[in-house]
Nanobody
Framework: QVQLVESGGGSVQAGGSLRLSCATSGYTYCMAWFRQAPGKEREGVAAFYPPLRTTVYDRSVKGRFTISQDAAKNTLYLQMNSLKPEDTAVYYC????????????????WGQGTQVTVSS
C-alpha cells in the first residue's frame, strides 16, 4: 500500500508560480499529477518514470510546468509557472501505472488533492 500526501496548493494571480509536493510512503515506479476543475473531468497533467527519469506532459502545460522527483525524500514535485486562470483545479498526485502515461484509470494510488486557484 502506497500513501500519498499532497501539499503546496494555494491562491495566486495569473502569471504567478506555485510548487506542489507529494510525499510518498516509499518507492514507486511511476508517479503523476492530475487535476480536476469544477464541472470538468479529471485530466492528466504530467507523469514521471523514475527508472529512466523520463517525463510526459499534457500539451496545455508543456513549457510552463515541470515534474520532478527527489528520490532521497520520496517526494514528487510539480513546479507551475506562468499560471493561468484555467489552471484552477484540485491537483492530485497518483502512483503506479503500468504504462506511466496520463491515463488516470491505470493508476493504483491517489492522494487527497490540493486546491490551486489562479485569479485573473
Amino acid at each position: 500500500q502506497v500513501q500519498l500526501v499532497e501539499s503546496g496548493g494555494g491562491s495566486v494571480q495569473a502569471g504567478g508560480s506555485l510548487r506542489l509536493s507529494c510525499a510518498t510512503s516509499g518507492y514507486t515506479y511511476c508517479m503523476a499529477w492530475f487535476r480536476q476543475a469544477p464541472g470538468k473531468e479529471r485530466e492528466g497533467v504530467a507523469a514521471f518514470y523514475p527508472p529512466l527519469r523520463t517525463t510526459v506532459y499534457d500539451r496545455s502545460v508543456k513549457g510552463r510546468f515541470t515534474i520532478s522527483q527527489d528520490a532521497a525524500k520520496n517526494t514528487l514535485y510539480l513546479q507551475m509557472n506562468s499560471l493561468k486562470p484555467e489552471d484552477t483545479a484540485v491537483y492530485y498526485c497518483a502512483a503506479e501505472s503500468p504504462n506511466c502515461n496520463l491515463n488516470g484509470a491505470l493508476y493504483n494510488y491517489w492522494g487527497q488533492g490540493t486546491q490551486v486557484t489562479v485569479s485573473s
